[in-house]
C-alpha cells in the first residue's frame, strides 16, 4: 500500500505521534557481516562510493534486517574535497589520507571550482536507492558541514584534536573563511543535486563541531551552516526538504543550534535536560542513545533506551536515533532489539 506520509516526514513536521519513526546513524556499515561481504571486494573505500550499483545495496541492508523508518544514502562526506582535487583515499586501519591537503592560503585560493557533475556518482546511487525502496520509505541524502570538511581538508586525516587545523585558523583566518565559504557553496550545489536525483531529508553532519570552542563554532561553523540552510530554504528545488542537523558535542546550547532554521536537531547524548526542554516545539528533535549502549545486555539496552522513550514522549516530533553512530563493535542483533523494543514502548 502506498502511505503518502511516513512516519519519519510526520515527525520531521513536529506531529506528535504515538511510536516514532526510528533510524541510525551509520546504519550501513562495518558492524554488518552483509556489509563486510561488500567490503572485501574493494581496496579502498570511496572506490566502493563511487559504484552506484553497490551503494544502493549498502544502503538497503539496514532496512532489510531491520525494517527501519528510513534509508540514508550510502557515500560518505569526502566525495567534496576529492571532487576539489584533494584526492582522498581511505588507509586501512588509518582512515582517511588526503594527498593534496589545504597547507597555505595560496592553496585555497588555487582550489579549482566545485563542478557539481564530478559527484554524478552519487546523484545516480541516490535514484537507484529511491527506486529500490519502498514508497513509504524516505531518503536521506547528506553532506559535511563546512567546518567539517574545511578541518579534514586543512588535517588532510582524522585526528583527535585537529592541532595542524586549529594553527592554520589562527594563522590565516580570512584564508579559513575563504576556504569555508568556497565548501558551503559546493555543499548547496551538492545537496541540491541529491534533491533532485530523489532525496527527500537533508542530514548535515557537523562532526567536529566538538573541537571548537563557542565563539570559534559560531564564526568557524554555524554561520556557514546558516548560510546553507537559507540557501536550501530560498531555493525552488530544496525549499520544501526537510533538514536535520548533527552537529557532535557542540560548545552551545540547544538555543543557538535551533537558530540555524534547522528543521530538526539531532542531539548528542550528552546534550543537558535543560537544553533539551528548551527545544521543545520549536523544532523536531532525533537521538540521542549512546552508542556504547549497544555493547550492554539487552537489560541494559531497554532501559536506557525506555528512559530516553520517557524523556520524548511528549515532545510534537521525536524520531529515535544514537548520539553519534553505530560502531564496528556492535552485534547487529543488539540492534534489533532495540528497534523492537522501541516499536513496542
Ligand atoms: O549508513 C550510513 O550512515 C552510511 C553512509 C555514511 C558513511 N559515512 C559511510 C562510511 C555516512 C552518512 C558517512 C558520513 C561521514 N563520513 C561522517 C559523518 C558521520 C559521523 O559519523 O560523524 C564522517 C566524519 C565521515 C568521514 C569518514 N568516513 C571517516 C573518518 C571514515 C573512517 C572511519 C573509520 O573508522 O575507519 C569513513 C569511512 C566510512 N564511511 C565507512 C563507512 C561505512 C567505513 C569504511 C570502511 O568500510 O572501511
Redesign the pocket.
Known amino acids: 500500500m502506498i502511505n503518502s506520509n511516513p512516519l519519519f516526514l510526520k515527525a520531521l513536521k513536529r506531529e506528535q505521534l504515538s511510536t516514532p519513526p526510528i533510524w541510525?546513524?551509520?546504519?550501513?556499515?562495518?558492524y554488518m557481516p552483509e556489509?563486510?561481504k561488500i567490503?572485501s571486494k574493494f581496496k579502498n573505500?570511496l572506490d566502493?562510493?563511487k559504484d552506484p550499483e553497490v551503494c544502493c545495496e549498502?544502503?538497503l541492508q539496514?532496512i532489510e534486517a531491520f525494517s527501519l523508518d528510513a534509508a540514508?544514502?550510502?557515500?560518505?562526506?569526502?566525495t567534496i574535497p576529492d571532487a576539489l582535487g584533494l584526492k582522498v583515499k581511505?588507509v586501512?586501519?588509518?582512515?582517511?589520507i588526503f594527498e593534496n591537503p589545504i597547507k597555505s592560503v595560496d592553496d585555497v585560493n588555487n582550489l579549482i571550482p566545485f563542478d557539481p557533475e564530478k559527484l554524478s556518482y552519487v546523484y545516480k546511487a541516490v535514484t537507484n536507492i529511491k527506486n529500490a525502496l519502498p514508497s513509504y520509505i524516505p531518503l536521506i541524502g547528506?553532506c559535511?558541514s563546512p567546518w567539517?570538511l574545511a578541518a579534514?581538508s586543512i588535517e588532510g586525516r582524522?585526528s583527535k584534536s585537529f592541532d595542524k587545523t586549529i594553527k592554520f585558523i589562527m594563522n590565516n583566518m580570512d584564508g579559513a573563511h575563504l576556504l569555508l565559504s568556497r565548501l558551503t557553496d559546493a555543499c548547496f550545489l551538492y545537496l541540491r543535486k541529491q534533491v533532485q536525483a530523489g532525496a527527500d531529508v537533508i542530514?548535515i553532519?557537523d562532526?567536529?563541531a566538538n573541537i571548537l570552542d563557542n565563539k570559534q563554532l559560531n564564526n568557524l561553523s554555524l554561520n556557514y551552516i546558516k548560510s546553507l540552510i537559507i540557501a536550501l530554504k530560498q531555493d525552488p528545488v530544496t525549499s520544501k526538504t526537510p533538514i536535520i542537523l548533527?552537529a557532535?558535542e557542540p560548545s552551545c546550547d540547544s538555543k543557538t543550534l535551533i537558530e540555524t532554521s534547522a528543521d530538526c536537531i539531532s542531539l548528542y547524548w550528552s546534550m543537558n535536560d535543560f537544553d533539551i526542554d528548551i527545544a521543545r516545539g520549536k523544532t523536531a528533535l532525533q537521538g540521542n542513545l549512546d552508542p556504547k549502549i549497544l555493547l550492554e545486555s539487552e537489560e541494559v539496552i531497554k532501559n536506557e533506551a525506555y528512559k530516553i522513550l520517557d524523556r520524548f514522549k511528549d515532545f510534537p516530533g521525536y524520531i529515535f536515533n544514537l548520539g553519534?553512530?553505530?560502531t564496528?563493535d556492535i552485534n547487529p542483533e543488539k540492534v534489533k532489539y532495540l528497534t523492537e523494543i522501541v516499536r513496542e514502548f
Open positions: 541510525y546513524m551509520r546504519q550501513a556499515g562495518r556489509y563486510r567490503r573505500f566502493m562510493c549498502l544502503a539496514p540514508i544514502l550510502f557515500s560518505d562526506i569526502l581511505f586501512e586501519k588509518e582512515g582517511p547528506f559535511g567539517t579534514y582524522s542530514q553532519f562532526s567536529w548533527f557532535r553519534h553512530g553505530l564496528p
